[in-house]
T-cell receptor, first 105, second 112 residues
Framework: QKEVEQNSGPLSVPEGAIASLNCTYS??????FFWYRQYSGKSPELIMFIYSNGDKEDGRFTAQLNKASQYVSLLIRDSQPSDSATYLC?????FGDGTTLTVKP | SQTIHQWPATLVQPVGSPLSLECTVE??????LYWYRQAAGRGLQLLFY??????ISSEVPQNLSASRPQDRQFILSSKKLLLSDSGFYLC???????????FGPGTRLTVL
């Protein structure tokens, strides 16, 4: 079992919709959780981090953490074509394989 | 502000040839440094990390090695490349093991 699991996708949503990305992890003692966005051929860039249970909002992005369920999610509201990318979930320094999101105009 | 540099950007090497990739960070002191490899369509595989000069931890046994000769310099090397070494190599820095990572632009390596 991989330490960090993500739905491989691809995930396709229409412009303006909410995109929901999910991630589970195996190490119950994990303390830091991150979401990175990676455009094709580019390096990952940080979009959200969360350390405590609950929700954290930043603009159109909301990260949700549930340590009891070992579950992290990322919601993207009002999705735009420019959000089309691969989204990587990271727990401590371990990464999932990413979920590719396509936002269709 | 902090910046991280990697070079070269792309590299095509024959099987059995040596490798040296360099990463440097500016604007911070004593960062934690990381080397990752990303195969096509996959996530990031942690190869090495370093918490200080001369301190290297290896996550995956393979024909690669890493060195940190200076505080803000991290080098990935190989004596003899394998086909399976092809991939996108990313260097990252962070202030501590629980902090967010910042990535360099990466080196795309193709071994033929």
């Amino acid at each position: 079992q991989k330490e960090v699991e993500q739905n491989s996708g691809p995930l396709s949503v229409p412009e303006g919709a909410i995109a929901s990305l999910n991630c589970t992890y195996s190490d119950r003692g994990s303390q830091s959780f991150f979401w990175y966005r990676q455009y094709s051929g580019k390096s990952p860039e940080l979009i959200m981090f969360i350390y405590s249970n609950g929700d954290k909002e930043d603009g159109r992005f909301t990260a949700q953490l549930n340590k009891a369920s070992q579950y992290v999610s990322l919601l993207i509201r009002d999705s735009q074509p420019s959000d089309s990318a691969t989204y990587l979930c990271a727990v401590n320094v371990g990464f999932g394989d990413g979920t590719t999101l396509t936002v269709k105009p | 502000s902090q910046t991280i540099h990697q070079w070269p950007a792309t590299l095509v090497q024959p099987v059995g040839s040596p490798l040296s990739l360099e990463c440097t960070v500016e604007g911070t002191s004593n960062p934690n440094l990381y080397w990752y490899r990303q195969a096509a369509g996959r996530g990031l595989q942690l190869l090495f990390y370093s918490v200080g000069i001369g301190q290297i931890s290896s996550e995956v046994p393979q024909n690669l090695s890493a060195s940190r000769p200076q505080d803000r310099q991290f080098i990935l090397s190989s004596k003899k490349l394998l086909l399976s070494d092809s991939g996108f190599y990313l260097c990252a820095w962070t202030l501590g093991p629980l902090n967010e990572q910042f990535f360099g632009p990466g080196t795309r390596l193709t071994v033929l």
